[in-house]
């Protein structure tokens, strides 16, 4: 499911209009990266828990050239399934 498919099934769920449902899946997204790139948690309960995990720094090879290269420390965003997500995906 791409992103237009998701606006569709939350129009057709709750009888918004395509645009009013796009307004409201965006919004969600924003929150969420928001809320990330403050370095907060976000908790769906039932559905999972979206945060952030500073990586370090590394050292690592060009694949192409064979010669080593710094990779700089990062923040990743990381997803773990709830319960009721879990449970949904395996009765």
Do not use: H
């Not at 645009?19 to 899946?25: G, L, P, Q, T």
């Not at 050239?65 to 700089?72: A, C, H, L, N």
Request: proline share 5%; aromatic share 4%.
């Amino acid at each position: 499911m791409n992103k237009n498919e998701l606006v569709a099934a939350v129009s057709t769920s709750t009888g918004l209009s395509k645009a009013d449902a796009a307004k409201a899946v965006d919004s969600v997204f924003d929150t969420i990266t928001e809320a990330l790139k403050a370095s907060e948690e976000v908790r769906l309960v039932g559905f999972g828990t979206f945060s952030v995990a500073q990586r370090a720094a590394t050292k690592g090879r060009n694949p192409q050239t064979g010669e080593p290269m710094d990779i700089p420390a990062s923040n990743q965003p990381k997803f773990k399934a709830g319960k009721g997500l879990k449970d949904a995906l395996n009765p």
